[in-house]
Each structure stands twice: as structure tokens, then as C-alpha cells.
């Protein structure tokens, strides 16, 4: 009996034991795990923020990184300048973030030495679509505007001269001052619109006035010295002669840009547009039999007249889009091809800013963002195979990086 009991006591031992090693080596295994996740993770990390949250302040070191934009900026600054779904993702983050971009801080020193007794150059943006040419305006706008200037938005210049499902349709209307030209004052309208909540913080301190007289019918007009203010004021409120108060505000703003020393920067999206061939199949209809060719649309012409470089005291920046072509001619995504011969003879001359994909450094600090944000929550994405895969996927394309990293 004794025996047995030692027995039973002895084996009780071994197998706690046992119990015991297997629990330590365990315990090393997890350890060992965690510790090689933890060194695969940090090796991974790289700096993706920046607090100069000031554009003014930004150099080629500040490339790759995020810097915040505050609420204000966002609606006014640069409302019109980032696609939607963009504005949807800062609304997910919580955060208002832009990434800084070569090509666009190339373009903020061409204006910060700019001689504006010249006239206006103009710099056009293009790439593969997503690329970023619009965030490269849009940085270009944030920077031009913090350092008042005034800023001449057009967000997609495709809007102006199409109709489809996604261009609702448009009444167009002769026009008061034209002959032959014909007003859409919808059109009219939004670009007041835009101009005043763009410039609200910068046009108050100019207290631009009118330096001629302006006749709208035999009772209104706009006397000598009448603010610039007012003249908005009386397009939106009588759409009829929106159109016209665009050309009114254009014309002053050209004509006193050289001699009150402010800065005017004209910035249209899909700028060539404004110069693509005409496609009779979705274009603004007069009536149900008479189509209009864009050339005697007014505000058409008005941007038109921004973009010729016969004035001084400003700039024009736009980019290409492919899709603001016809079918028929999205070949190639260069200037000479997109703009046809004659967008390329009215913009000329012009300086190309190529937007490349992201670099590596790009898309990693893309990554490592929408990891912050807990936007990207795979348990591979903190890894560098992981990260690898979506810089394969998406070929380090912003748009479609996004895209890859919403599992989309």
C-alpha cells in the first residue's frame, strides 16, 4: 500500500512537471511571436505627419508627409478643389489631411518668384487618372490663398458644356449683352458662388470697386466705385444677369490685378474641356431641335479670356483629365494630345508638370495613415509583406491604393 501511494505521489510530480516545462515553453513561444510581430511592425513604420501645418513652410523634406487643414480651410480655401470621395474619407477620419506633393511645391516656388509685371503664366498638371493632379491644385490653392490671393475656381470645367446623367439639364437663355451668346445662369450662379465663399477671407480686405459703369437695364446699373461685393450680390440675386456679373468681375479683376499689386490665381479642373471638339451627342440643348456648340456659351468665353496671358498680377494653373475628352481621344494622357491644336495655341505658353504615381515613400506614408486613422485594420497590413501586397495591387496609384485598402 505504501508503495503504491509513492508511486501515485511520484507520477503526480513528473506530470506536474511536464505541465509546468510546457507551460514556460509556451509562454517563450508567445513571447518570441510577439516580440518578432513588434520588431516586423516597427520596421515598417516610417514618419507620416508633419506639424507645420503652415503650406508657407513646406519643402522637398516635407514630401510624402500629412499636415492638417482646419475645418474653415476646408469649406471655404478649398471648397471645389477634392473630389468627393475624398472629402467623404476626411469626414471618416475625423481629420482634414493632404499629403505633400513634389510637383505641387515646384509649382508654389515658380509663384512665389514670380515677376507680375509679365504676363500670366500658366502651369497644367497631367497624369493617370489618380494620380493626383487635382490634390496638386488644390495644395497649389491652399498655398495661394493663406497668402491672398484671389483665387478663380472652376472645378470641373466639364460641367459647363455637357448634359448627361451625371450633368443635370440646363436652360441656356440669350444673352442681355451678347448677341449670339447664350447665358446658363445655373452655371453663372454656382461660379459667384465659389468665388465668394473661396475669397471671403481675403477679398473684404481689398474692397475692390467697379472703374466703370455698368448699364444692366433703362432703371439699374452700377455706378463708378460701386464694390465689387455688391455687384455679386445683384448676380445672385437676379439670375438673369449672373452671366454677366461673372464678366463684369473677371474684366476688374484683370484690370486692376497690375495696378493695386493684388494676385489673382485662375484654376480650372479638366481645363481641356474648355477646348475639346465638339460632341453634339451630349451637349446643352437651346431647345429640343437646336443644340449649342460651345463657343457661344458666355461663361465659356469668360474663362477663356482668364486663361489668354495678355493680363499681368497672376497665374493660371489647371490640369488634364483624360475623361474630360471624347471617347475617341483618350489615348495619351500629354498636354499636345488632350488639349488639340487649339486649347494647346491658347494656353501657349505654358509650363507641363508631370504627376507621377506615388513613390514608395508615398504610398507607405498613405498606408501608415490609414492605419493611424484604424481605417485599415487587417492583421497583415502592419506587415511588410502585408504592405507589399498593396503596393502591388494598387502600382502605388493614390486613387486606386485607396480603393485596394477599402477592399474595394
Partial sequence: MRNS??????????????????????????????????????????????????????????????????????????????????RRLMKTFNENCLMVRQPSLEVNGYLKTLNHKHPI?????????????????????HYCSLNDWVIVHLPWAGRLIRVNEWHPKKQALESSFKPGRLDVAEDAVEILTQFRIQNQASFKKLDLKTTQEYI????????????????????????????????????????????KGFKVLVSVGGINALFVPWDAKNCIKKNVHTKIHPSELTMIHHFKRMLTPNWCGGAAIGNLIKQANNLDSRESI?????????????????????????????????????????????????????????LFVSQRNGFDLQKTCAGK
Fill in 216 to 259: 444692366w437695364t433703362k432703371r439699374e446699373k452700377a455706378d463708378v466705385g460701386t464694390p465689387l461685393d455688391e455687384i455679386i450680390n445683384f448676380g445672385l440675386n437676379r439670375f438673369k444677369f449672373a452671366a454677366d456679373v461673372v464678366g463684369v468681375l473677371f474684366k476688374e479683376l484683370r484690370q486692376q490685378a497690375s495696378t
Fill in 334 to 390: 500629354h498636354p499636345r494630345y488632350l488639349l488639340q491644336q487649339d486649347g494647346f495655341e491658347h494656353l501657349d505658353p505654358f509650363v507641363p508638370i508631370h504627376v507621377p504615381e506615388y513613390s514608395e515613400k508615398e504610398a507607405r506614408s498613405v498606408i501608415e495613415y490609414f492605419i493611424d486613422r484604424n481605417w485599415l485594420q487587417h492583421e497583415k497590413a502592419n506587415t511588410e509583406q502585408g504592405i507589399q501586397e498593396l
Fill in 121 to 141: 503664366p500658366g502651369f497644367l498638371y497631367y497624369g493617370n487618372q489618380g494620380a493626383g493632379t487635382g490634390t496638386c491644385m488644390a495644395l497649389n490653392i
Fill in 5 to 86: 501511494f509513492i508511486s501515485i505521489i511520484r507520477g503526480f510530480h513528473k506530470t506536474s512537471k511536464q505541465l509546468t516545462e510546457l507551460s514556460v515553453a509556451g509562454s517563450q513561444t508567445h513571447v518570441e511571436r510577439v516580440i518578432t510581430a513588434s520588431t516586423e511592425v516597427s520596421r515598417t513604420r516610417q514618419v507620416f505627419r508633419t506639424t507645420d501645418d503652415d503650406p508657407n513652410l513646406h519643402t522637398l523634406n516635407h514630401v510624402g508627409l500629412h499636415y492638417k487643414i482646419s475645418n474653415d480651410d476646408l469649406n471655404n480655401r478649398l471648397r471645389g478643389t477634392l473630389r468627393p470621395s475624398h
